[in-house]
């Protein structure tokens, strides 16, 4: 069975674009977050959705959005991308009930 | 926000050597979660710890949920060159809440 999958892995834009950033769970997963992990730290969550609906945010700015879509892919959405914006963007899914994270790869972002 | 500390930040050890890494939290975690990091990976969980108390093995990794359920702490038994890598902790205060990570260790190992 394939795991969480994220594309693209890497990228490469510039201050003031915007990104899309793609996500598909584990089949059977309703549940996907994302975290967005700096160089050196560890994941700081940023969204939450089950069943397409946002179950949580966490402290990013409005430029930061998300969605689901019915067969439960995410795509992670940053306008007037930052410098500081550059990170290993992660996407992690979970079965109901559990609230074990398992994560992709993850899309490496760097905004020049 | 909250916070995990976790310690050390980075350490270096002999191949054969046992490992013992904590985090801490000024806050009460219902779980404590595990994982490991490579290089170039997503986070990959090792150990899961539900209940207060609480003592998993898994392989040469034995974990614990700390008695005040603001710690708990990761012990690797002799280490081998794949054990190299990331470890973070991650809590959850509650059902359906986010997960918590810390800044994680960093392990390397010579052989």
């Known amino acids: 069975d394939a795991g969480v999958t994220q594309s693209p892995t890497h990228l490469i834009k510039t201050r003031g674009q915007h990104v899309t950033l793609r996500c598909s769970p584990i089949?059977?997963?309703?549940?996907v977050s994302w975290y967005q992990q700096v160089l050196g730290q560890g994941p700081q969550f940023i969204f939450q959705?089950?069943?397409?609906?946002?179950?949580g945010r966490g402290n990013f700015p409005d430029r930061f959005s998300a969605r689901q879509f019915p067969n439960y892919s995410s795509e992670l959405n940053v306008n007037a991308l930052l410098l500081g914006d550059s990170a290993l963007y992660l996407c992690?899914?979970?079965?109901?009930?559990?609230?074990?994270?398992?994560f992709g790869a993850g899309s490496r972002l760097t905004v020049l | 926000g909250q916070q995990l500390n976790q310690s050390p930040q980075s350490m270096f050890i002999q191949e054969g050597e046992d490992v013992s890494m904590n985090c801490t939290s000024s806050?009460?975690?219902?779980?404590w979660l595990w994982y490991k990091q490579d290089p170039g990976e997503g986070p990959v969980l090792l150990i899961a710890?539900?209940?207060?108390?609480e003592l998993t093995s898994n392989g040469r990794l034995t974990a614990q949920f700390g008695i005040t359920r603001k710690d708990s702490f990761l012990n690797i038994s002799a280490s081998i060159p794949s054990d190299v890598g990331i470890y973070f902790c991650a809590g959850q205060l509650r059902g359906n809440t986010p997960l918590v990570f810390g800044k994680g260790t960093r392990l390397s190992v010579i052989a």
């Open positions: 992690a899914s979970n079965p109901p009930g559990a609230n074990v994270l398992t």
């Open positions: 089949s059977g997963h309703k549940s």
């Open positions: 806050s009460i975690f219902n779980t």
């Open positions: 710890l539900y209940k207060a108390g």
């Open positions: 959705y089950y069943e397409k609906e946002e179950r």
